[in-house]
Each structure stands twice: as C-alpha cells, then as structure tokens.
C-alpha cells in the first residue's frame, strides 16, 4: 500500500510527458513550416524517428524484422508517410489548435471501418450515439454555413490524415500484431516511410528557406514528437494496460489548442471550442462503449501480447492493440 502513491504518481507524469508530447505536435509542424516544406517536414520527421527508435531497439536487444517488409511499407503509407504529409500541408493554413482537434476524430474514423469489416464488436446505441456527437462536432468545428467557417482543401486534408491513421490501425491490427519486438518494428516502419517521403522530394515545387526555428522544430518534432513518445506509451502501456494509455488521446485537442493560443496566438473562438467540447464527447462515449465490450470478453488485459506502431501525435491512437504516434 504504501508503494502506491510514488507508483500512481510515476504513472501521471508519464501520461502528462505524453500528452504535452503528443499534443506538442501540431505546435511543431507550424513553426518548422515557417521554412520548410511539407514534404521536407514529412522526411526529417520520419528520419529522426527512425533513428531514435532504431537507438532503443538496439538498447533493448531488439533486431529489425527480416520478412515483414511489404507489410511495414503499406503500413508506413497510411500511418506515417500520407499523415505526415498531409498534417503539415494542412497546417499551412489551418491553426494549430484545430489540427489537433481534427486528430481526435481518428477513433470515430476507426469505427466506421470497424463496422464496415465486422472487426469492431457489435453495433450499439451508445456507439452510434458517439459516432453522431463526434461528426455534429466536426461540423460545428467547420460550420460550412457560415463564411468565416474552416472547411476548405486544408481542413479536408487534416480530416484525410486522420481517416488514414484509422485505415493503418485497421491493417496493422490485423497484419503486424505479434510480430517481432515492437520497437524494433516500429523503427522499421519509419525507414520504410522515411524512403516512400523522400520518393515526393522530386514533386515538391514548394520554396524553402531554412532557418533555426524550422530546422529545431524538425528535430524536436521527430526525435520527441515521434520516436520518445513512442517509448513513453509502450512504457505505460507495459505498466498499466492500453486501456489506461488510450485515455492520453483525451488531452491531445486541449493541449494542442492550448499551445496554440498561448505559443502562437491563434484566436480560439467560442464554437471551435464547443466543437473540440463536442468531438471529444462523441470519442469518450465510443471508447465507453468499446471498453465495456472489452470488459466483458476478457477478465483482464494483458499488457505483454500488444504491439505498437509510431503515428504522429499524433492523436488517439495509443489505445487498443497498435498506436502509432502522431
């Protein structure tokens, strides 16, 4: 008993390291595009996380896959390489802080998928419910109604990012699960989408004028942003179980758009607010439901047998049995 407090405590500081990485991401990507391309973004993002967990396998005695790799490339598509892209070509702009809170609407992009494959449990009222509250927040995020409303190709192009992070939880659930050590995976999953990035590099006709702030917003952003969090949420999810790591998804939009208004001075007005309020309750109530169904499958989880693969921030993606990290 009295190792719980030091315990409970290591735990929360963990999650709030991950949340403030995480949700940090969209803050990154606006400033490294103050001279940068997307593309360019896209590569050193993937690279540096690359490197780092290569780093970490290599500390934890883990050795890259040999067999896996035309799976890892269709994974890196969907999950790092199209994400990635389309995150910073969005950001150009879209503010920071509804970047973020577009990222959280991936769970309800997951769904859908899930109902379309059969693989997501049975469909219930509670879950349908969520999937409705989440998109009449996305809508009123965008209000299309309105002039001064955020849809246009940018605001599409962030919602495209997060639908491909559900289409490569989908294909990595079912085809890299279980396989090999998960750093090590997941470090070959960003070389892989290291080399499909640096494929665009010849289409790319954006201007670029390096400087400081750019070149260290890339580097925090694929050392931190992607490769540590990737540690930091394999660790709570080894110490706590998924369940409790897919609660970090919760804090992303408010941290991003927190970050946003403070680092940046982005207007946060009051209906993107109550949108970003809305999104999150139409995810609360999916994962309730979701993790309800799991409750009563199983009669506890089993930290060991999950696999992981690096998204980007970002977003909702630590839960379940592979996240990736935006």
């Known amino acids: 008993m009295g190792d719980g407090g030091p315990v409970i405590g290591r735990g929360v500081m963990r999650m709030g390291a991950l949340a403030l990485l995480w949700g940090s991401v969209f803050l990154w990507i606006e400033l490294a595009l103050t001279g940068l391309s997307p593309t360019s973004i896209t590569v050193g993002r993937c690279a540096l996380g690359a490197v780092t967990l290569l780093v970490m396998a290599r500390v ?12 890892l490339v269709v994974a890196a598509f969907f999950c790092n390489a199209l994400p990635f892209l389309l995150f910073a070509v969005g950001q ?10 577009l990222n959280a609407t991936t769970p309800l992009f997951s769904l859908i998928i899930g109902f379309a494959l ?16 989440g998109f009449a927040g996305v809508t009123l995020i965008f209000a299309p109604w309105e002039e001064a409303g955020l ?24 085809k890299l699960v279980g396989h090999g050590g998960p750093v090590a995976v997941s470090a070959a999953q960003l070389l892989a989408a290291t080399a499909l990035s640096t494929l665009m590099i010849p289409l790319d006709r954006t201007p670029a004028t390096p400087d400081v702030t750019a070149v260290v917003a890339v580097v925090v952003l694929g050392v931190f942003g992607t490769g ?3 540690i930091l949420n394999y660790r709570i999810i080894e110490d706590e179980g998924p369940t409790s790591a897919a609660t970090v998804g919760y804090l992303l939009p408010v ?12 207007p946060l007005t009051p209906r993107v607010v109550a949108g ?3 999104v999150l309750a139409g995810v609360a109530l999916t994962r309730l439901a979701l993790a309800r169904s799991a409750a009563d499958k199983r009669p506890a989880e089993r930290p060991g047998h999950y696999q992981l693969s690096v998204m980007s921030t970002e977003g909702n993606g630590p839960g ?7």
């Open 255 to 266: 941290v991003s758009v927190g970050l946003g208004a403070l680092v940046l001075g982005e």
């Open 151 to 174: 849809l246009s190709l940018s605001a599409l192009a962030l919602l495209g990012a997060a639908a491909s992070y559900a289409v490569a939880f989908a294909y990595m659930g079912r």
């Open 320 to 326: 379940g049995r592979s996240a990736d990290h935006r």
């Open 228 to 230: 540590f969090t990737f």
């Open 276 to 278: 970003m309020a809305v």
């Open 92 to 101: 150009q702009t879209v503010d920071s802080g509804v970047a973020g809170v």
């Open 60 to 71: 934890n005695g883990q050795r890259l896959p040999r067999r896996l790799w035309g799976r």
């Open 118 to 133: 059969g693989t997501d449990g049975p469909v219930t009222p509670v879950r349908v419910l969520g999937l409705l509250v």
